[in-house]
């Protein structure tokens, strides 16, 4: 039988956090790291926090940043926007073109310091684009292409706003606050993560960041369940199949806990307050509106290509839910080429299974919606899934092998049909969290993005009379809402639940 090499992360042992490990055997919880930077304590959250702060030679996009957050820049497509508001916002824009142009050489020493120069680069991008009035084109001056191409070329990345940018890598631990020296020991936990960096300095932002990071943190023991499960997988005795039952339930208990814990987001981050404020700082090329994001310098640098990547930040890039998609084969359904996220007017139905490379929808169509937030999350990250993927003992396939194998052993039935159920439960415990997190979008887009209409609809109403009104609503009614990954966002988050469920197995009867 094929045995993974012992460096793999999955013939780990398992985490000795509270007693570190016996004398003389060496710590090992953080050799994954190598490979994937998984850390098996915190999962796709780095052990340490990340770095707060770039060198004196990038002080001067620092300092950028700090401003645009202190003089709380506001979006340009604020209705009623003051003028000072606007002239506060081109001011700090003119300082960004007039920038120089800094180096990165030294950055790219440090795989640390090129996630910071990542978030900042790309956070001042941000502030930039949508802080411009929004019938200004859409240009990033030299100062800022040149740095960000290059930096995001390093890490792999699309320049722009990354879920790793506002989540996996904004945080600092509470304990360290009021202190400037090393805490090495303490480890990120779903109590003491705080949000680092914000568009808006609103507890909302800060709240909504950090909901993803608690699941991150929590997921860690799904990462576990993976692991021991695949480890029982190589053995594939009788033991194994009911051991992987039992991990299989507990797994069902964390995706309940994930649910949870992304419904807590209600307590916490206003959804109007989402919407209104936060969420326009997010949008990515591909949702404004059809206008262009010019680079300009770009043909300063002959390595850099022009980016087309440009989709605003999504927990669709979260790398445990890709996960746990493929440890359960439900990345066959929800990963399929034709949820793109974008849906030509005339296809009215979605049958993954009937259609085919000569479909009329492959024109309208870009890969996969959750195959592509696969190239904006860190590039370990994506080997990890990829390696998750490659697995040559499939959950799905033991799990079909075990209850409809051609044992005639009773027991071995028995066993069988449990680990379906088991199998069927995890299945159906995503798909429920899909159901919920589709009434936190119900909640935090859908209601207000209605509400907005209505308003303009009422103001419309009130300088053209009825027409104003009916004109509006039928727009409403035509123009699908965006996601901020740039997805025909409703149908597209319905398409993926329902293929979640198109996973499930007939039950033995
Ligand atoms: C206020 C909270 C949230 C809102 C409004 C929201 C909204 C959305 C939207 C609109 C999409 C569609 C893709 C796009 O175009 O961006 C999406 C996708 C997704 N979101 Fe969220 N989201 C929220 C919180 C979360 C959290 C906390 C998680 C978990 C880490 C999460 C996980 C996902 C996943 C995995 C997808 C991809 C579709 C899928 O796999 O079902 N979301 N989200």
Not at 168 to 194: A, W
Not at 445 to 452: H, K, L, N, S
Request: net charge negative.
């Amino acid at each position: 039988m094929a045995q993974l090499p012992p460096t793999h992360f999955l013939s780990l042992p398992r985490p000795d956090i509270l007693f570190g490990p016996p004398a003389g055997v060496p710590d090992t919880t953080t050799l994954a790291a190598h490979d994937f930077d998984v850390d098996t304590r915190t999962g796709f959250m780095p052990p340490q926090p990340p770095l707060r702060r770039l060198g004196i030679e990038w002080e001067p996009w620092e300092a950028l940043l700090d401003d645009a957050i202190s003089q709380r820049l506001q979006l340009g497509s604020k209705p009623d926007l003051p003028e000072s508001e606007r002239q506060k916002s081109e001011s700090w824009r003119e300082r960004v073109r007039n920038l120089p142009i800094l180096p990165i050489d030294e950055l790219k020493n440090s795989e640390i310091t090129l996630r910071r120069a990542h978030l900042v680069l790309s956070w001042i991008m941000h502030f930039y684009v949508h802080s411009l009035p929004p019938s200004d084109p859409v240009r990033i001056p030299p100062p800022l292409t040149l740095p960000l191409l290059q930096v995001s070329a390093q890490l792999q990345l699309p320049p722009v706003v990354t879920y790793s940018d506002d989540v996996l890598y904004n945080f600092y631990l509470e304990e360290t606050e009021s202190s400037d020296s090393d805490t090495p020991d303490i480890l990120p936990t779903e109590s003491n993560i705080r949000c680092l960096t914000t568009f808006t300095s609103t507890n909302d932002e800060a709240e909504f960041y950090l909901t993803s990071g608690r699941m991150e943190l929590a997921g860690v023991e799904a990462l576990e369940l993976m692991r021991s499960t695949m480890d029982e997988a190589f053995v594939g005795d009788d033991i194994a199949v009911r051991r992987i039952t039992e991990y299989l339930h507990q797994m069902v208990e964390v995706i309940h806990r994930l649910k949870a814990m992304l419904l807590d987001v209600k307590g916490k981050c206003d959804p109007h307050i989402f919407y209104n404020e936060i969420r326009p700082w997010f949008r990515g090329e591909d949702s404004q509106s059809g206008q262009k994001w010019v680079f300009e310098g770009i043909e300063q640098d002959p390595t850099l290509a022009e980016p087309h990547e440009l989709s605003g930040p999504s927990a669709g890039q979260s790398s445990l839910i890709h996960a746990i998609d493929t440890f359960l084969g439900v990345d066959q359904y929800s990963h399929h080429q034709q949820l793109t996220g974008h849906h030509p007017p005339e296809d009215d139905t979605l049958d993954v299974h009937t259609a085919s490379a000569s479909s009329s929808i492959i024109p309208y169509q870009k890969s996969a919606f959750l195959q592509r937030m696969q190239l904006y999350m860190p590039r370990h990250h994506r080997a990890f899934l990829t390696h998750l993927a490659n697995n040559p003992r499939p959950l799905r396939n033991l799990v079909l092998q075990a209850a409809f194998g051609d044992s005639e052993d009773a027991e071995a039935k028995k066993r069988g049909a449990a680990l379906l159920e088991a199998y069927n439960a995890a299945v159906t415990a995503l798909k429920e969290f899909r159901d919920a997190h589709m009434i936190i979008v119900a909640l935090y887009i859908i209601g207000p993005a209605r509400r907005a209409k209505q308003v303009t609809a009422e103001l419309q109403g009130n300088k053209d009379g009825e027409k104003g009104v009916v004109e509006t609503v039928a727009e409403a009614a035509t123009a699908p809402l965006k996601g901020t990954g740039g997805t025909d966002m409703v149908r597209f988050l319905k398409s993926v639940r329902d293929q979640t469920k198109e996973a499930l197995l007939s039950v033995i009867t």
